[in-house]
């Protein structure tokens, strides 16, 4: 009789402490499987950003003004060179006049030496105004843009559709690469050595 009362007792021994030990693992399961909350915006890491001039047209149609831009960062020069041409025709953020049909689509961008050669879509003609300024407003944005932000680029021969074009709408002489003029549309008295113009 008193071992079969050991007995009992020592089965519900065992099964509290069973007990206790399944609580813990319940209450541990419980804790560890809560949903991790999202990490606050502080502990984001931050979008990389890096600054371009982009040339814009004066609002009189008479000079180029350049206008800083962030624009998402980028590894490879390709990709940075697409982003700043997007960029330009996108257009102005301020009060400048865009340059170029906002429809106008970068379709290739390469790098020989000193000259970048970019590709446009048809648009880029389509969508001109044409007039002999305004085309040389377009080439000379181009070309400022590229030259101010990637110095070891000096001109940029324009193309439509992967092809050789000679003009956009009859003014400019676009057979030959154009170079980066820094002093395009500034008052005579006031040229001198190229330099980037962000004023």
């Known amino acids: 009789m008193q071992a079969v009362l050991k007995k009992r007792l020592l089965v519900l021994g065992l099964l509290v402490i069973l007990l206790i030990f399944g609580l813990m693992a319940v209450r541990e399961f419980l804790l560890t499987s809560q949903p991790v909350p999202p990490p606050s915006a502080g502990l984001e890491e931050a979008r990389q950003l ?8 004066t609002v ?21 060179l697409r982003a700043t041409l997007q ?18 689509q970068v ?19 389509v969508g ?9 407003l377009t080439v000379h944005a181009l070309a400022n843009t590229l030259a101010v932000n990637f110095p070891h680029i000096r001109q940029v021969r324009i193309m439509v559709d992967g092809a050789p074009v000679e003009t ?16 395009f549309g500034r008052p005579q008295a006031n040229t ?8």
């Open 107 to 125: 379709q290739t961008v390469s790098v020989d030496g000193a000259t970048a050669t970019v590709s446009f879509s048809r648009e880029l003609i």
């Open 87 to 104: 960029a330009l025709v996108d257009g102005p953020d301020g009060e400048l006049v865009a340059v170029f049909s906002p429809q106008a």
């Open 60 to 80: 009189d149609g008479a000079a180029l003004k350049a206008e800083m831009r962030e624009i998402e960062d980028c590894l490879a020069e390709e990709d940075c």
């Open 168 to 183: 956009l709408k009859g003014h400019v002489d676009l057979r030959e690469p154009i170079a980066a003029d820094f002093d």
């Open 128 to 136: 001109h105004p044409g007039g002999s300024m305004t085309e040389l």
């Open 50 to 57: 890096r600054e371009v001039l982009l040339y814009f047209a």
């Open 192 to 199: 001198g050595a190229a330099r980037p113009e962000g004023e």
